[in-house]
């Protein structure tokens, strides 16, 4: 088995070198301007498709929040050596994250939307946790023929899978089971999420007023920070959920 990768890698390798060759010869890279012609023209209708009526005019689409507080994201990320791909995922409207200055900043509106519950493409995905040199999810900025071509490759290949995804997390129960499994089952990363699957989960049990379960999750988030302090700030939101609750 381990000879057969080997071989696959090696032949992975040769086909990567000679795209790179191929694109040399036919540089002539989609700037940003272009780019968000063709994203208009391709992507946005696309997307509407699976609900993501939203686009930010630049590397955002996003559907509504639903009646639970959830809104479906996608977004198109910049890669170094002309190309990008999509990651998708999920913007609460009760979840915060923490600025610089150590204050929760909620993402309830157009402008602040942004993915809180983290997804890459599969493809993508795959190629990172085998350190391949091919990524069936990578879109080609190196011409415009080819960022046409695999614009279109890439959301034909995957918006039954984001449409399914998005499906299976409509409500908070899904998220909270999802979440679990991520966090038994985690994806390959390199470093540290700064928006852990526990950081998500403990906001979601304190919306469903477990603040047991809550605290616990939220405490998994930090225990390997040594400045508690941003710990502190999110403990003290919850507790100002119990006593709203109390009144």
Sequence with gaps: ???????????DRRKAIDEIYDDIKNLDEVLLEKRLEIFYEIVTPR????GLNNWNGKYLWFSDFNEQGIKYVIEYNVFKGFGGSFSFGICYDFIPTISS???LTYHKTSKSTKIIYYKRLEGWQKSYENNSPINPDK???????KFRKSLNNVIENNISK???????????EQNRLN???DINNPPYEIGRRIISFEYILSFIYARKNEFDSAEYW?????EDSADKTEMNLILTKFNSFKTNINI
């Design 218 to 222: 939220i405490k998994k988030h930090f």
């Design 1 to 11: 088995m381990n000879f057969f990768r080997k071989i696959k890698d090696i032949i």
């Design 139 to 145: 879109i080609s900025t190196v011409n415009e023929e």
């Design 179 to 181: 979440l679990l499994n």
């Design 162 to 172: 984001l449409k399914e995804w998005f499906e299976g997390n409509k409500t908070l």
């Design 101 to 103: 200055q150590k204050k």
């Design 47 to 50: 997307f509407a498709e699976i």
